[in-house]
């Protein structure tokens, strides 16, 4: 069947005037009506005064099926001689939706042609039932141009709706008086093929990339493919039910599993099969490499299983940092938002028509790089686009605590978040990340073993090292500075970014044997002076990105003030030299720079902030999200008394600060405590009497939030032996948020509660801590009874089998059947197995459990096969 055909011969002037017929001629007064109209108002074929009769809504289906075949030829016709009526009685049916869509002609308008012909397929459920293939696709090029002419018809009967959508209004228009229907001519299909295979390529090679800190210090690349580089990661339930979720599930399903949050899953398992995904995120958790790797895998068509929804979408990777100041870029700037470098090539409306026909797939960088005052504006758009352009896959990251919980959940969107690195992962990229630099450096192979074995087991048993390989950034970090002082580690957070400037700033050329090639030869205390006065003026500006001629104002105004600089070149020779020499600034697009990760720039801005001993701006701005890890640094780089003047301020009332930004700069205060280098005690016991009394949760929710705060925060719980079952629940969600063994000594006063969820709460929180440690001290302690015990990795198995097993397990982790029937011990003690990962095989090796009576499998895993008798099995 060809579409240009029937395109043809749908001409304008032969379906308006059938169109018309569906609608009243003394419906409400169009030049009357300031505001949308239902669609069941303007049909003449219901209500009262109907004009068009049953008969007649066929006959005009059975015209537009009659010209669709119309000049067909012995043998040519598009579809058999007994499907003609079967077609006009489907768009018969799908017409007569107009009275039933729940929708006015505003609305309408709004979504375009191909989608407001979706809206009313689904008012019809099974219309094309019965058809042949060939059926359906006439059906849906006759409803797809039906679309067509009935929005251009609201347009023009409505002054209100074409002012109100005054550019799809001329679009409708365009489609109509240029193509005759919606299905474009074969030179613009042909050219759209040829140009979205040249956008796949390109866009692959754009993003194909991946920055390990230190890799290049000697003789490498700056960037390293993903597919070499890259972590698979791990996901989350982002922003849970308060209700504690602990009701009964429906069909059987046992409480315990009602009871216990779902475990961590890989990404592309939690993001398969979802359309609208907000995924939240540290700084340095993956956000960002996440969505380049979606990106690469789409344009390369080498997705995962669990992701095969996604292929044959069209990949946009938008930054909000690149958009946050014009607004949201329209269809037909996407791909200069994306950094495409050919998007003057693409073909006129080509990503308005990728849009329309629900082929995209809109990954939308960092939200909370959009000024605090422009985020909502930005949910708007998102509302509005997403209603727009229906069938488009949407995922959108952002960090915690710059949006609410559920914050676009009206929008429809599910909420991930990034969990932390586990030690299987830590172990994973570190053994990675020397595997990568031995492929650069081959004679220093048998020396990165070496160095890899000591980290690996520093990282194991040195407490501060393992709190701070939490993300990607940070074990990034720590690999490269072992490497780079051969076995030597700082200790802290300001000691690990102080060293990592050094390396970068001081130690890249100098090991590399380069001389100054650009006229510049700047030393590090001046390269690190002008690279805080980019990103202070960030900062203060409120973005993490900004215009070149900008950075090289903002250079020319500081530069007369640092001479060592000054004295060898201009302002634009300085702003190449610190671009191309110092691995902390990037380009993105042609005409801005940035940080190569925002970390470093909140590093910076505190250095600068410090330095100017403007720590009233800080108390100015410290309830906002974007300042908390600025304040946290200025905390670690101030001097004692400056520190102590610092988080007296966050504590004391401040003018225009409303009661919850006041009780979020008290637990940024407690929060800031364990970044204090040197503190007067009495400043330490203010801080903790102040927030004492914040850190009695009322809802999961506030005690996951309280996690935020760090270790600090256990000093201040209170004694859990003597509290009610409730709020031991509460105490238990934020202990188990952090992720320090210091958590263990604490939870031990909750481990002999009867109490089911605080039972799971401490069962599922096994893989965040010293696996021997916590079985010893808190597995082995907790009643069994209605439990499922978790086990992510094969040390977790063999410790419960060291404890004699366990009736009820949930897997939570990557197994084979041969792991599991070897590690479960006594096999003949298992009687609940809960699967939530996909083996990929069938189940007949369950038969090695003789008393397993019920197999729970996760709601993202495929139904399974070959079940052993006797065995109940209840999907999720």
């Known amino acids: 069947m060809d579409p240009t055909t029937v395109a043809a011969r749908l001409s304008p002037h032969v379906i308006d005037p059938l169109i018309r017929k569906l609608f009243a001629e003394d419906g409400p007064p169009a030049d009357l009506v300031d505001r949308p109209v239902r669609i069941s108002r303007l049909v003449s074929f219901a209500g009262e005064k109907r004009t068009l009769t049953e008969r007649d809504l066929d006959h005009i289906a059975a015209v537009l099926v009659e010209r669709a075949l119309d000049g067909d030829g012995p043998g040519e016709r598009l579809i058999g001689a007994h499907e003609d009526r079967a077609v006009t009685a489907a768009l018969a049916r799908t017409l007569r939706a107009l009275d039933e869509i729940e929708m006015d002609d505003l609305q309408a308008a709004r979504l375009l042609p191909a989608a407001f012909a979706g809206r009313l397929r689904e008012t019809?459920?099974?219309?094309?039932?019965?058809?042949?293939?060939?059926?359906?696709?006439?059906?849906?090029?006759?409803?797809?141009?039906?679309?067509?002419?009935?929005?251009?018809?609201?347009?023009?009967?409505?002054?209100?709706?074409?002012?109100?959508?005054?550019?799809?209004?001329?679009?409708?228009?365009?489609?109509?008086?240029?193509?005759?229907?919606?299905?474009?001519?074969?030179?613009?299909?042909?050219?759209?093929?040829?140009?979205?295979?040249?956008?796949?390529?390109?866009?692959?090679?754009?993003?194909?990339?991946?920055?390990?800190?230190?890799?290049?210090?000697?003789?490498?690349?700056?960037?390293?493919?993903?597919?070499?580089?890259?972590?698979?990661?791990?996901?989350?339930?982002?922003?849970l039910d308060d209700s504690g979720g602990t009701a009964p599930c429906a069909d059987g399903t046992p409480r315990d599993a009602a009871g216990q949050d779902e475990p961590p899953v890989p990404a592309e398992q939690a993001l398969s099969g979802r359309s609208k995904v907000m995924v939240r995120g540290v700084a340095g958790s993956g956000k960002t490499t996440l969505l380049q790797w979606l990106t690469v895998a789409t344009a390369r068509d080498e997705l995962p299983e669990a992701l095969s929804d996604l292929r044959g979408k069209i990949p946009?990777?938008?930054?909000?940092?690149?958009?946050?100041?014009?607004?949201?870029?329209?269809?037909?700037?996407?791909?200069?938002?994306?950094?495409?470098?050919?998007?003057?090539?693409?073909?006129?409306?080509?990503?308005?028509?990728?849009?329309?026909?629900g082929r995209a797939l809109l990954l939308i960088d960092g939200i909370d790089e959009a000024p605090e005052s422009d985020r909502e504006q930005v949910r708007r758009k998102l509302r509005d686009w997403t209603a727009r352009y229906p069938g488009n896959v949407w995922i959108v990251t952002s960090r915690p605590s710059a949006v609410r919980d559920n914050w676009l959940a009206a929008e429809g969107f599910t909420e991930l978040a990034l969990a932390p690195m586990?030690?299987?992962?830590?172990?994973a990229f570190i053994q990675r990340w020397h595997r990568a630099a031995a492929q650069e450096n081959p004679a220093d192979l048998d020396r990165l073993g070496q160095y890899e074995h000591t980290l690996l087991n520093a990282v194991r048993i040195t407490r501060d090292l393992g709190r701070l390989a939490t993300n990607p950034l940070m074990c990034g970090l720590l690999c490269a500075l072992h490497r780079d002082r051969r076995g030597y580690l700082p200790n802290g957070r300001k000691e690990l970014y102080d060293a990592a400037l050094s390396m970068l700033l001081e130690r890249r050329d100098r090991e590399r044997a380069m001389v100054a090639t650009d006229g510049v030869d700047l030393t590090r205390q001046p390269k690190i002076q002008l690279l805080q006065k980019l990103a202070q003026w960030m900062l203060l500006n409120g973005r993490s990105e900004m215009d070149k001629d900008v950075a090289i104002a903002t250079l020319a105004e500081h530069l007369p003030a640092i001479p060592d600089a000054a004295r060898q070149g201009?302002?634009?020779?300085?702003?190449?030299?610190?671009?191309?020499?110092?691995?902390?600034?990037?380009?993105?697009?042609?005409?801005?720079?940035?940080?190569?990760?925002?970390?470093?720039?909140?590093?910076?801005?505190?250095?600068?902030?410090?330095?100017?001993?403007?720590?009233?701006?800080?108390?100015?701005?410290?309830?906002?999200?974007?300042?908390?890890?600025?304040?946290?640094?200025?905390?670690?780089?101030?001097?004692?008394?400056?520190?102590?003047?610092?988080?007296?301020?966050?504590?004391?009332?401040?003018?225009?600060?409303?009661?919850?930004?006041?009780?979020?700069?008290?637990?940024?205060?407690?929060?800031?405590?364990?970044?204090?280098?040197?503190?007067?005690?009495?400043?330490?016991?203010?801080?903790?009497?102040?927030?004492?009394?914040?850190?009695?949760?009322?809802?999961?929710?506030?005690?996951?939030?309280?996690?935020?705060?760090?270790?600090?925060?256990?000093?201040?719980?209170?004694?859990?032996?003597?509290?009610?079952?409730?709020?031991?629940?509460?105490?238990?969600?934020?202990?188990?948020?952090?992720a320090d063994d210091m958590a263990i000594d604490y939870l031990t006063g909750l481990r002999d509660r009867a109490h089911h969820d605080i039972r799971a709460q401490l069962a599922g929180a096994w893989r965040r801590y010293d696996t021997a440690r916590y079985a010893r001290e808190i597995i082995a302690h907790l009643e069994p009874a209605e439990l499922y015990f978790p086990v992510s990795d094969l040390e977790e198995l063999h410790a419960l089998r060291r404890l004699g097993g366990r009736p009820h397990l949930r897997i939570a982790g990557a197994f084979t059947p041969d792991q599991l029937i070897e590690g479960i011990a006594p096999a003949d003690g298992l009687t609940r197995l809960w699967l939530g990962y996909d083996l990929g095989v069938s189940m007949e090796w369950l038969a090695a459990f003789p008393r397993l009576e019920i197999l729970m499998i996760g709601n993202r895993i495929r139904p399974v096969t070959g079940v052993p008798e006797g065995i109940r099995v209840i999907q999720l």
Not at 204 to 232: E, K, M, Q, R
Not at 323 to 339: H, M, Q, Y
């Open 124 to 239: 019809v459920p099974g219309v094309t039932e019965g058809l042949t293939e060939r059926g359906a696709r006439l059906y849906g090029l006759l409803l797809d141009t039906a679309a067509l002419h009935i929005l251009h018809f609201f347009t023009r009967r409505s002054a209100f709706v074409a002012r109100t959508l005054t550019e799809q209004s001329r679009t409708l228009a365009e489609l109509l008086h240029g193509h005759g229907a919606l299905t474009p001519a074969p030179s613009r299909c042909t050219e759209d093929a040829a140009f979205e295979e040249r956008y796949a390529h390109a866009t692959a090679v754009l993003h194909n990339h991946l920055t390990i800190f230190g890799i290049d210090l000697a003789h490498s690349p700056d960037s390293w493919p993903l597919d070499t580089a890259y972590l698979g990661l791990q996901c989350e339930p982002g922003a």
């Open 316 to 357: 946009f990777l938008l930054p909000v940092r690149r958009f946050a100041r014009d607004g949201f870029p329209s269809p037909a700037t996407f791909l200069t938002a994306v950094g495409y470098p050919h998007a003057s090539s693409q073909p006129p409306g080509w990503a308005e028509r990728v849009l329309t026909a």
């Open 422 to 427: 586990s030690r299987d992962d830590i172990a």
């Open 570 to 738: 201009g302002p634009e020779d300085v702003f190449r030299h610190l671009l191309n020499r110092t691995g902390l600034l990037r380009e993105p697009t042609p005409g801005t720079v940035d940080f190569v990760h925002r970390t470093f720039q909140d590093y910076l801005s505190a250095r600068a902030t410090v330095q100017r001993h403007d720590f009233g701006l800080l108390l100015k701005h410290a309830h906002h999200d974007d300042w908390e890890d600025v304040i946290r640094m200025a905390v670690a780089l101030a001097r004692p008394d400056e520190c102590a003047a610092l988080l007296d301020g966050l504590l004391a009332p401040y003018a225009g600060v409303r009661a919850a930004e006041a009780r979020h700069r008290k637990l940024l205060a407690a929060a800031c405590l364990e970044h204090a280098t040197e503190l007067d005690p009495a400043v330490r016991a203010r801080v903790q009497r102040f927030t004492r009394d914040m850190v009695r949760p009322s809802t999961p929710s506030a005690a996951r939030a309280l996690g935020w705060i760090g270790p600090i925060v256990l000093e201040m719980l209170p004694d859990p032996t003597g509290v009610p079952d409730d709020e031991a629940h509460l105490l238990a969600i934020t202990a188990t948020s952090i």
